[in-house]
């Protein structure tokens, strides 16, 4: 059954069936829609059901039904009536009109419905003015009664590349007490998603200007200010470079685990006492640590956080891998090679960190040679090259060949 069957038996009912949310914001937008979901007023869920009894119910606190991988609410109002995200009293019924529902919606954008039967939008918030002007805005006062949706509106502004209007901020600042009653899964699928986007740093600008970025990204917040010498980082401090290599990781992977890497590479530098700056050192042991609390405060995945500890700690030696003596640079390739992030993640945040001040950041090639020397030289090749088989003197000799395989290397190049 498609949409228009279904909106034309909903219509001889009295009612009115509406494409809502996210899909009518991206068919404006030119974006690929990836869900549908749709809205009916004029019905009671006793005669929605009598309609369609094939359609499954799910939900407790409003009914939401699917119907051939279609998503159909009833209208509905919201009360808040608790602290956090979930706290809300739902009324439904068919005397709620389009408008109504729309209301309790976040952002303008969302707020917009389009009449399956006629073409009809039903705009009353100006959504469609402010997706042309690249603008987020809060739909209501409604707004504040839910606390997720301060990280819902950064994250759609670094994913849409828009502005997030002043009283927006000024709602999102308002809603920063109750932002420590949010499920920390619920924060890092909203950080995820926006990670996941072209400009990842669009979100954790948007929380900063709201003055809320403390509350779940403490140790982000901390590179505000964090001086760094000028000749090495004309950009600003240690929150802008941070920016930036993010932004550039997501030019070059699509993987999150490496674009997250990137985003905690230096957030030792967040707690350098203020008499050592604009100097740094030991960043990259400290920020181990930290890498790690931000990981159990937003529910971060474990690889994600054994990813970050790696870029925290080794990116340093990355940037002057071709400095280093044979033996540290044998040392530094088998320690990476064996850890979750690699090789090739970590050359790529070693070439974020730095594409701004190399003169040629292209020469950061140490993935390539370090896969061919541990591939050539590996366990079996001691073992037979030695006939040996004890543990430790395979581990031993494995570290000398090494080296001597990347003498010569050195020396044919």
């Not at 699917?66 to 998503?71: F, N, P, S």
């Not at 309790?104 to 419905?113: K, S, V």
């Not at 700056?277 to 994600?304: C, F, M, N, S, T």
């Not at 340093?316 to 979750?340: C, H, N, W, Y």
Request: aromatic residues 8%; positive net charge.
């Amino acid at each position: 059954m498609d949409k228009i069957e279904i909106a034309k038996k909903i219509r001889k009912k009295g009612g009115t069936l509406y494409l809502v949310g996210g899909a009518v914001r991206d068919e404006l937008l030119g974006r690929e829609v990836q869900d549908e979901d749709y809205c009916v007023t004029g019905l009671s869920e006793e005669k929605f059901e009598e309609l369609f009894p094939m359609a499954y119910k799910r939900g407790t606190s409003f009914p939401v039904y699917v119907l051939e991988t279609k998503e159909i609410a009833l209208a509905r109002r919201e009360q808040k009536s608790g602290i956090g995200h979930k706290e809300f009293s739902v009324v439904t019924g068919k005397e709620i009109t389009i408008e109504e529902d729309l209301a309790r919606r976040d952002i303008t954008i969302n707020a917009i419905a389009k009449n399956v039967l006629t073409q009809e939008w039903i705009d009353p918030y100006q959504g469609r003015k402010d997706l042309k002007n690249k603008i987020i805005r809060a739909t209501t006062s409604a707004f504040l009664e839910d606390p997720l949706r301060a990280y819902r509106v950064a994250r759609f502004a670094s994913i849409l590349e828009f502005e997030v209007e002043q009283n927006t901020l000024s709602m999102m600042q308002k809603l920063k007490p109750e932002l420590s009653s949010l499920a920390k899964e619920r924060v890092f699928e909203e950080c995820k998603k926006a990670l996941a986007s072209k400009k990842p740093s669009i979100f954790f600008r948007v929380l900063k200007s709201a003055g809320i970025l403390e509350v779940h990204f403490k140790e982000i917040q901390d590179l505000i200010g964090s001086l760094q010498p000028i000749k090495y980082h004309p950009e600003g401090d240690s929150f802008e470079h941070t920016m930036m290599v993010v932004d550039k990781s997501a030019e070059i992977t699509e993987d999150l685990r490496i674009r997250f890497s990137c985003l905690v590479h230096d957030l030792g530098k967040g707690i350098t006492p203020k008499e050592m700056l604009p100097h740094h050192y030991g960043h990259d042991k400290k920020g181990e640590e930290l890498v790690e609390h931000l990981g159990q405060r937003i529910a971060i995945p474990k690889a994600w956080i054994e990813c970050g500890k790696v870029a925290a700690k080794e990116h340093m030696l990355g940037g002057i891998f071709e400095q280093m003596s044979i033996p540290k640079q044998v040392d530094f390739l088998t320690r990476v090679a064996k850890s979750r992030l690699g090789l090739d993640g970590m050359q790529i945040v070693v070439f974020c960190d730095r594409w701004r001040k190399e003169e040629k950041p292209e020469n950061i090639l140490f993935a390539q040679i370090g896969k061919e020397c541990l591939k050539e030289i590996n366990g079996e090749y001691i073992k037979q090259k030695y006939s040996i088989e004890d543990t430790k003197q395979v581990g031993e000799l494995l570290r000398k060949e090494r080296i001597e395989w990347m003498k010569k290397k050195k020396q044919n190049t």
